[in-house]
T-cell receptor
Framework: DQQVKQNSPSLSVQEGRISILNCDYTNSMFDYFLWYKKYPAEGPTFLISISSIKDKNEDGRFTVFLNKSAKHLSLHIVPSQPGDSAVYFCAASAGGNNAGNMLTFGGGTRLMVKP | ETGVTQTPRHLVMGMTNKKSLKCEQHLGHNAMYWYKQSAKKPLELMFVYNFKEQTENNSVPSRFSPECPNSSHLFLHLHTLQPEDSALYLC??????????????FGPGTRLTVL
């Protein structure tokens, strides 16, 4: 019973175009959301996050959108570059002083950006 | 270089063996985590330590035994494992647990195969 789901296991995009990775969650207590990127043979690295008080957060080529009513968030990468090819994990946290870092992860989406 | 190192990177062991995984963080963090990533499954949180004290055990079988001698080091002792325990074991650290969500920094992982 996954509380965080990434329904697309893979995505292929042409270089220069937009990549849109999606994530759905079921736990209404989640109030903080993060995206991690993972290259082969490396651990996940933090990419971008968003608090539930916002509906958009932008950092360079990366933008995360949050739709609380739909319990859905998405990561937009534009323009996509071949170096963006990796597995992207969505994660969520229910916050709180003692549980702030209890992250629940989605299964990941493998992004392939073709030159 | 993420500042979190894990050894060994690869480990093959029999079901009757005893082995240990080691994690070290050089970031001055106070919280450390063990995660398990099985094939085609999301990352699953196993254990959390905050200032050397275990704060979370996510219903992990007793054949996995964590140890945190100080805030920089985290071990996972393994004994009488099963083939289904074969997975990527990831260590992570963060500044603290209190005060809300924080980003976690992951090590490269140990790829464990149980024969």
């Amino acid at each position: 019973d996954q509380q965080v789901k990434q329904n697309s296991p893979s995505l292929s995009v042409q270089e220069g175009r937009i990549s849109i990775l999606n994530c759905d969650y079921t736990n209404s207590m989640f109030d903080y959301f993060l995206w991690y990127k993972k290259y082969p043979a490396e651990g996940p690295t933090f990419l971008i996050s968003i608090s539930s008080i916002k509906d958009k957060n932008e950092d360079g080529r990366f933008t995360v959108f949050l739709n609380k009513s739909a319990k859905h968030l998405s990561l937009h990468i534009v323009p996509s570059q071949p170096g963006d090819s990796a597995v992207y994990f969505c994660a969520a946290s229910a916050g709180g002083n003692n549980a702030g870092n209890m992250l629940t992860f989605g299964g990941g989406t493998r992004l392939m950006v073709k030159p | 270089e993420t500042g979190v190192t894990q050894t060994p990177r690869h480990l093959v062991m029999g079901m009757t063996n005893k082995k240990s995984l080691k994690c070290e963080q050089h970031l001055g963090h106070n919280a450390m985590y063990w995660y398990k990533q099985s094939a085609k499954k999301p990352l699953e949180l196993m254990f959390v330590y905050n200032f050397k004290e275990q704060t979370e055990n996510n219903s992990v079988p007793s054949r996995f035994s964590p140890e945190c001698p100080n805030s920089s080091h985290l071990f996972l002792h393994l004994h009488t494992l099963q083939p289904e325990d074969s997975a990527l074991y990831l260590c992570a650290s963060s500044f603290s647990l209190a005060g809300g969500p924080d980003t976690q920094y992951f090590g490269p992982g140990t790829r464990l195969t149980v024969l």
